[in-house]
């Protein structure tokens, strides 16, 4: 049996697309720079490999007995060419479905650089399925979590929009749904959504129900923000700039959007934020 390429494993959407891929009975290969982690993580369940996607000696060893691949942009790898070599050692080998993590709205936006990694990987003609989520659950357990924990406050600049947030693992469901029937799932794309799009005073009220303390919504100005975790938590002024686009976009209503796909694709209502947070009261 041909096996499933699980690039980003230890990822927050890489480590449940194999989960979910086990569940469904494939042979599943979990791919990254660190295979010690990968081992801890699924030793038991998946095999592990080293793979560089900015070296291209470590492409040969991953890509043995594979048909089909989740592909993920590390978020530090912040220029689309940075993927182009290893989309094409795809292509070399005669790949079923490539499965690549993209971001909702990027058919319109060309700014991202998943716009021109979906058009190069569509022009390489390799048969695709675009997964376009939008923001991340998870952003509040990883990233953010700091200035809940010890300032109780969300220190998000996104202004008074809306997000119609995602379970990362409602993502590893669905793209291991799709990688499961390449055939059926050929040259398509998915906007994977939640059921509901809340604006951060309500992300803050849930938080705060949940947790019993009061957690506020500070609503920092982009800059403000952009100097804290920059100045305060020491984070690559690289990433923050990233950063601070995206939540420009979420000002402008881009992450408002709510879609069907993931119910049609999985025949499940999408986790609510309330879930997620019940789920992961001790990072907050
Ligand atoms: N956060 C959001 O709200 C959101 C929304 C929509 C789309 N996205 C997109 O989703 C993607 C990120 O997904 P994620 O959050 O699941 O990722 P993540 O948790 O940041 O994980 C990144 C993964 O990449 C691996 N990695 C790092 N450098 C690598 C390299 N040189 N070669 C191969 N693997 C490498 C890491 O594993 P090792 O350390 O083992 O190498 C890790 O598993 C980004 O493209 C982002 O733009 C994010």
Redesign the pocket.
């Known amino acids: 049996m041909m096996k499933v390429l699980v690039?980003?494993?230890?990822?927050?959407?890489?480590a449940f697309v194999v989960e979910e891929l086990c569940r469904l009975g494939e042979s599943v290969v979990a791919a990254?720079?660190?295979v010690r982690?990968?081992e801890r993580r699924f030793g038991a369940q998946a095999e592990c490999v080293h793979?560089?996607?900015?070296d291209p000696v470590t492409y040969r060893g991953a890509l043995e007995e594979i048909d089909r691949v989740f592909l993920?942009?590390?978020?530090h790898l912040g220029r689309p060419e940075d993927l182009y070599p290893f989309i094409d050692a795809l292509k070399e080998r005669g790949i079923q479905l490539v499965a690549f993590?993209s971001?909702?709205g990027v058919e319109k936006n060309p700014i991202p650089p998943?716009h021109k990694i979906e058009k190069y990987i569509e022009a390489k003609n390799l048969p695709y399925v675009h997964i376009r989520?939008?923001?991340?659950m998870q952003?509040l357990t990883g990233i953010h979590a700091a200035e809940i924990k010890e300032l109780s406050q969300v220190f998000i600049p996104a202004g008074q929009s809306r997000t119609s947030f995602i379970d990362?693992a409602d993502i590893g469901l669905a793209a291991a749904t799709l990688l499961h029937e390449p055939k059926v799932y050929r040259n398509t794309s998915y906007t994977l959504t939640g059921s509901e799009a809340l604006d951060y005073h309500q992300v803050a009220e849930i938080l705060s129900r949940v947790t019993g303390r009061t957690i506020t919504y500070a609503k920092p100005g982009l800059l403000k923000y952009r100097h804290y975790y920059i100045r305060s938590r020491k984070l690559d002024p690289a990433y923050v700039n990233v950063t601070v686009a995206l939540y420009l976009m979420t000002r402008l209503g881009t992450a408002e959007p709510v879609t069907s796909d993931f119910k049609q694709l999985t025949g499940r209502e999408p986790r609510t934020f309330e879930e997620f947070v019940r789920r992961h009261t001790d990072c907050f």
């Open positions: 690039t980003g494993a230890s990822g927050n959407v890489g990254g720079t660190d982690k990968l793979l560089d996607l900015t993920v942009r590390p978020p993590l971001l909702m998943h989520p939008g923001f991340f952003n990362a």
